[in-house]
C-alpha cells in the first residue's frame, strides 16, 4: 500500500465508520441540529439513524452546518505533521459551499508546508455515491498509484457515479421549500413518488413523477440498465442509500442483484446520514453504479 498520502472525504459520503477503517479512508464530521441540540454527524454513532429518523417523524427540528476553514486547517494539519500529502473529496458543490473552506485551509496550510502537496476535489456526489468514489480511490492508492494520478483520475471520472434516488414521503419536501404545500398535498393524495437524479453540475434534479412505490422501485433500477457500464453485464461494485425505509431499499437491492448477475459484491445498503437526511427526510432510496458520463 502507498502510504505516502492521506485518501480523505467528508462525513457525507454516508459510509460506515468500520467502513472507512477497512478502506483507510479519513473523514471530517459535518455539523448537525435536532430540536436545537448540536451534534456531529458522525456516522450514526452520537444518534442512531433510526432514532434520527424517528425523530424527524414525529415533527423534531434540523439544521446542519458545513465544516469551515479553521476545522479543515487543524484536520490537514495533523496529517502535514506527519509528513503526508493529502487528497481531500468534498461533497458536491451543487449541494454545499464546503469546498471553499477546504479550499482557504489548503492555500493557508500550502505557505506553512510547501513541500507537501494537497489536492482538493468537488465530487459532484453525494451519500454512498460519493462513498463509492472514495472506494476507488483508495483501490487505486493500493494499487501504487501516486497522489497525483489519482487526483487525475478522480477529475476524469467522477461524472461517471451515477446517482438516483426516490422518496416516498414529500412532507419532508414541502418543508424545505423544495415543492410547494399544494404539490405535495395532491401527490401525497395520489401516491406519487418523485424519481430523482444528480446532474453534472452536482446537483439533485426531479426527472419523473411515479405514481406507486412499487413503479418507481422498478423505475430506478430501469435507470440503472439505461445507463451503467455494460448495461446487464454491469460488473462494478453498487451501493444504496435509504433514510429510514430499510425494507424499500432492500426491494431495490433484491431487484438489482436478480437483473444484474455479474456485480462486484452484492449490493451493499447504508444509511442516508444526518446532514443528507435532515433535507431528504425519511423515506429516501438511492442508488448509485458507475455508468456513462453524465452530461445533463
Excluded at 451534534?39 to 450514526?44: A, E, H, K, R, V
Excluded at 406519487?192 to 453540475?201: A, G, R, T, V
Excluded at 424499500?248 to 459484491?265: C, I, M, Q, T, Y
Aim: charged residues 25%.
Amino acid at each position: 500500500m502507498n502510504s505516502d498520502y492521506i485518501i480523505s472525504c467528508c462525513s457525507t459520503a454516508d459510509l460506515t465508520a468500520e467502513h472507512f477503517e477497512k478502506s483507510n479512508i479519513a473523514y471530517i464530521c459535518f455539523h448537525y441540529e435536532l430540536d436545537g441540540k448540536e451534534y456531529n454527524d458522525d456516522l450514526g454513532q452520537s444518534v442512531s439513524f433510526s432514532d434520527f429518523y424517528e425523530a424527524m417523524k414525529a415533527g423534531a427540528e434540523t439544521k446542519t452546518s458545513q465544516v469551515n476553514a479553521e476545522e479543515f486547517e487543524r484536520y490537514f494539519e495533523e496529517f502535514l505533521k506527519q509528513g503526508k500529502d493529502i487528497l481531500h473529496v468534498c461533497l458536491s458543490s451543487g449541494l454545499s459551499g464546503v469546498i471553499n473552506s477546504a479550499n482557504i485551509a489548503k492555500e493557508t496550510l500550502e505557505e506553512r508546508y510547501p513541500e507537501r502537496k494537497i489536492y482538493i476535489v468537488d465530487s459532484l456526489g453525494a451519500s454512498s455515491g460519493y462513498g463509492l468514489i472514495m472506494d476507488k480511490l483508495s483501490e487505486l492508492r493500493d494499487e501504487g498509484l501516486a497522489i497525483e494520478k489519482v487526483n487525475e483520475w478522480a477529475e476524469q471520472h467522477k461524472l461517471e457515479m451515477h446517482h438516483w434516488f426516490f422518496s416516498t414521503d414529500l412532507s419532508f419536501y414541502v418543508k424545505g421549500g423544495r415543492i410547494s404545500k399544494t404539490s405535495g398535498f395532491v401527490g401525497g393524495m395520489l401516491g406519487i413518488c418523485p424519481l430523482l437524479n444528480m446532474d453534472q453540475e452536482g446537483h439533485l434534479i426531479p426527472r419523473k413523477k411515479i405514481r406507486s412505490k412499487n413503479k418507481v422501485i422498478h423505475a430506478i433500477v430501469d435507470c440503472m440498465e439505461q445507463h451503467a457500464v455494460g448495461g446487464l453485464g454491469y460488473s462494478e461494485k453498487c451501493y444504496i442509500s435509504q433514510a429510514g425505509c430499510y425494507e424499500d431499499a432492500s426491494k431495490v437491492a433484491s431487484l438489482v442483484e436478480a437483473r444484474f448477475p455479474n456485480l462486484r459484491g452484492h449490493v451493499e445498503i447504508n444509511d442516508v446520514g444526518t446532514t443528507i437526511g435532515s433535507h431528504t427526510g425519511p423515506g429516501t432510496v438511492a442508488l448509485f453504479f458507475w455508468g456513462d458520463i453524465r452530461n445533463e
